[in-house]
């Protein structure tokens, strides 16, 4: 298979939509679709279901995204292996939430853009919880995360912060002194190392929670709990970096969960190609 067409592959199974698969690609939308049936001749099963409003991977689809990012990345490392005296050259992609790009990245990204002109960046926002995810599926290189509680073998991480958990009320929220978290709704994270946290507290206490809402992303939490959802748990960085942080109250009396360690992740493979590396080595400078 020609790493060009699993690529192509690639971009589409992240999309799954084949007109923006094929402007992402620049290809034309014939081309896309032929690369795409060159490919599933060559597997000898369909790749995609689709119909007129959706598209999905099948199951060969799936496991074929699996082996196209481990090649692509073997490439890749090869390629950058073979020109490891020259500049360090290649792409590479970095996922971060909204507000790790605020307060965590711009000295970082500023640095490596000057040091390293010849690498193109691809910076991917999203939910700071689905980055250790990115990670170790091969989907990105680099990622913003909060430590994991549990030591993942594949992947490495350097510290760059830490932030202390906060809870956080609406404004218009009247709460007791000693606030009574069975009773209390809550708008917590769908999953992460803050979820993790409160769930262990909650099992320790042996409260029985009453979870209002859950949500993807500390932006999007700081945004339910201001519209009045509920009760919520957020890093103080993300709160002190949000629009809405005036909006919102801390709450007091509130449970004492161990700090949020932000820091830089890569999956241990990674970081042998000379562009992942030269990030990880500069952050650890700075």
């Not at 919520?232 to 360690?261: C, M």
């Given at each position: 298979?020609?790493?060009?067409?699993?690529?192509?592959?690639?971009k589409t199974a992240e999309l799954?939509?084949?007109?923006?698969?094929?402007?992402?690609?620049?290809?034309?939308?014939?081309?896309?679709?032929?690369?795409?049936?060159?490919?599933?001749?060559?597997?000898?099963?369909?790749l995609f279901l689709r119909d007129?409003?959706?598209?999905?991977?099948?199951?060969?689809?799936?496991?074929?995204?699996?082996?196209?990012?481990?090649?692509?990345?073997?490439?890749?490392?090869?390629?950058?292996?073979?020109?490891?005296?020259?500049?360090?050259?290649?792409?590479?992609?970095?996922?971060?939430?909204?507000?790790?790009?605020?307060?965590?990245?711009?000295?970082?990204?500023?640095?490596?853009?000057?040091?390293?002109?010849?690498?193109?960046?691809?910076?991917?926002?999203?939910?700071?919880?689905?980055?250790?995810?990115?990670?170790l599926s091969g989907e990105i290189?680099?990622?913003?995360?909060?430590?994991?509680?549990?030591?993942?073998?594949?992947?490495?991480?350097?510290?760059?912060?830490?932030?202390?958990?906060?809870?956080?009320?609406?404004?218009?929220?009247?709460?007791?002194?000693?606030?009574?978290?069975?009773?209390?709704?809550?708008?917590?994270?769908?999953?992460?190392?803050?979820?993790?946290?409160?769930?262990?507290?909650?099992?320790?206490?042996?409260?029985?929670?009453?979870?209002?809402?859950?949500?993807?992303?500390?932006?999007?939490?700081?945004?339910?709990?201001?519209?009045?959802?509920?009760?919520?748990?957020?890093?103080?960085?993300?709160?002190?970096?949000?629009?809405?942080?005036?909006?919102?109250?801390?709450?007091?009396?509130?449970?004492?969960?161990?700090?949020?360690?932000?820091?830089?992740?890569?999956?241990?493979?990674?970081?042998?190609?000379?562009?992942?590396?030269?990030?990880?080595?500069?952050?650890?400078?700075?």
């Amino acid at each position: 298979m020609e790493t060009q067409a699993l690529e192509t592959f690639i971009k589409t199974a992240e999309l799954l939509h084949f007109g923006k698969a094929s402007r992402a690609c620049n290809l034309s939308p014939s081309a896309l679709t032929r690369t795409i049936q060159r490919l599933e001749e060559e597997v000898g099963k369909p790749l995609f279901l689709r119909d007129n409003r959706s598209v999905a991977l099948t199951e060969a689809g799936n496991r074929l995204l699996a082996y196209a990012r481990n090649a692509v990345q073997d490439w890749r490392q090869f390629q950058e292996s073979l020109s490891a005296e020259k500049a360090v050259g290649g792409t590479l992609s970095l996922y971060a939430s909204i507000t790790a790009v605020y307060s965590l990245l711009p000295e970082l990204l500023e640095a490596y853009r000057s040091a390293y002109p010849e690498v193109q960046l691809e910076l991917r926002t999203g939910a700071a919880e689905r980055a250790v995810e990115q990670v170790l599926s091969g989907e990105i290189d680099l990622a913003v995360a909060a430590l994991p509680d549990q030591k993942q073998a594949r992947m490495e991480f350097m510290p760059l912060a830490e932030t202390p958990l906060v809870f956080i009320a609406p404004k218009t929220m009247d709460l007791p002194r000693k606030p009574d978290f069975s009773r209390l709704p809550l708008v917590v994270p769908q999953s992460g190392t803050a979820r993790h946290r409160l769930d262990g507290w909650l099992r320790k206490e042996g409260v029985t929670p009453n979870i209002a809402s859950e949500v993807s992303g500390n932006e999007a939490l700081i945004a339910m709990v201001r519209l009045g959802t509920g009760v919520g748990i957020v890093p103080q960085l993300a709160l002190e970096r949000s629009p809405f942080r005036n909006e919102v109250s801390v709450v007091g009396n509130a449970p004492r969960l161990d700090p949020y360690v932000v820091g830089l992740c890569s999956a241990k493979r990674n970081l042998k190609r000379p562009a992942v590396k030269a990030m990880w080595e500069l952050a650890d400078r700075l």
